[in-house]
């Protein structure tokens, strides 16, 4: 059945109409007609998901587009090619044997790559925000305050300070979360029903005063694993460890 939908797919590029057959084991065939105008129809909220998240990455760069390189084989459908020009007036849109662009991007990058060498050609960044939640200022507001934020470079570090609340406290927790957020703070009702994805906690040995200054540090390497650190200025520190991904999987560390 997924054979036939593909070829079928792929006929629809250049005709108006034409059929999916399947075949069972009882030797009967079941021959579907379907038009590019069914295919438009069934395939259209997918289309408009695309186009919402080329908006959304145009958004916050704020780039300029001089042209469009549609990359994978879904980019040979005509109403694809149609929505980008509509979309972009007057903005060239390349559709060029698209199943084959990244396999053409990488063997023009392995033709000059140097081992050890870095041209800034090829990067590996952050796919989403890490931050940790805390309040706002005096207030009762809690906010995430991202340190890792989207699309940094990897291997990505960064720190805040924090203070604590209570006079006579005598630990602090860093919880922290991830979104799709890049913005310093994001408000804590993004994060509904969603829980953290590591705490750490920092015991102070003693009640230390209100306002006594913390660190949380986050890092985020390129093999996946995001370590958390809580620090004060006595040197009491206090680590966790969370394997984000492994090729396709999670990992808890």
Not at 172 to 192: C, L, M, R
Not at 229 to 250: P, Q
Request: proline share 3%; hydrophobic share 35%.
């Amino acid at each position: 059945l997924r054979r036939a939908a593909e070829k079928a797919k792929r006929l629809l590029t250049t005709r108006e109409t034409t059929f999916a057959v399947v075949s069972f084991s009882d030797r009967k065939n079941l021959r579907i007609q379907v038009s590019q105008g069914d295919f438009e129809e069934i395939t259209r909220g997918l289309l408009e998901k695309t186009l919402a998240t080329v908006d959304e990455v145009l958004n916050e760069t704020g780039g300029k587009v001089d042209r469009i390189i549609c990359v994978g084989g879904s980019s040979n459908m005509p109403q694809v090619k149609r929505a980008l020009r509509a979309r972009f007036t007057g903005t060239e849109v390349v559709v060029s044997d698209p199943e084959y662009a990244v396999v053409r991007g990488v063997a023009r990058y392995a033709e000059r790559w140097e081992p050890g060498g870095n041209d800034g050609y090829l990067v590996n960044r952050t796919a989403l925000s890490y931050g940790v939640r805390s309040y706002v200022g005096d207030t009762e507001e809690e906010r995430v305050f991202n340190i890792i934020k989207r699309g940094d470079t990897l291997p990505a570090t960064g720190e805040s300070q924090f203070a604590t609340r209570n006079e006579g406290q005598t630990a602090v927790e860093f919880k922290v979360y991830e979104s799709h957020d890049a913005s310093d703070e994001v408000e804590i009702a993004a994060f509904e029903g969603i829980d953290e994805r590591v705490s750490v906690t920092l015991p102070f040995g003693k009640q230390v005063p209100r306002e006594t200054p913390v660190t949380a540090k986050l890092s985020l390497g390129a093999d996946g694993l995001l370590k958390v650190e809580a620090l004060d200025r006595e040197g009491h520190v206090s680590k966790a460890e969370l394997r984000i991904f492994v090729g396709n999987k999670e990992i808890m560390v």
